[in-house]
């Protein structure tokens, strides 16, 4: 064996090890970049509020239906609502069909993007049907405001709400 043949291996061996390393490294970057797009957050108004999100960033915006704020639009398919959490309130329009159990003074969870006129153009509406149930993150945003009146009971993930899809009425819009 002599010493040329001895490199040699070992330059094809480290030009492998660097190749293999530049294909994890392109797969990582691109596993990272599909759920990149595909995260959404939840914020609750005051938050909305309080930071600068990019327009057109998709996000959730949950809270409760402030009363007296639900109106239908001229064009007879917008809904016009706010959303609060005692603290702050984030105006939404939403086209389509709303669920049955929509309704002033009850919890829901949007989902869509922010305008620049700060309007939240929701593309889909949530909202449970037991009005104890508060999702999670819409009770973490109102304790943050210092607005919730709940006693723990029905908050997502205590035991006591309905399985993931038991009564509950998710519409998207067009």
Do not use: C
């Amino acid at each position: 064996m002599s010493l040329s043949s001895v490199s040699a291996r070992k330059r094809r061996r480290l030009y492998m090890v660097v190749g293999g390393l530049a294909v994890l490294g392109v797969a990582v970057a691109l596993v990272l970049t599909a759920l990149e797009e595909n995260i959404v957050f939840f914020y609750g108004p005051s938050e909305v509020k309080e930071k600068q999100l990019p327009m057109g960033q998709r996000f959730r915006l949950g809270g409760l239906v402030e009363d007296g704020s639900y109106k239908m639009l001229p064009d007879g398919i917008t809904h016009a609502f706010a959303i609060t959490d005692g603290a702050e309130a984030v105006q939404v329009y939403y086209k389509g069909l709303l669920p049955d159990l929509f309704r002033e003074g009850q919890g829901v969870v949007t989902e869509g993007t922010l305008r620049p006129d700060e309007v939240f153009m929701a593309t889909e509406v949530l909202a449970k049907h037991d009005e104890n149930y508060m999702p999670k993150e819409v009770a973490e945003a109102l304790k943050k405001a210092g607005t919730w009146q709940g006693d723990g009971h029905g908050v997502s993930g205590s035991g006591d709400t309905p399985e993931k899809g038991e009564g509950e009425a998710v519409f998207k819009g067009q």
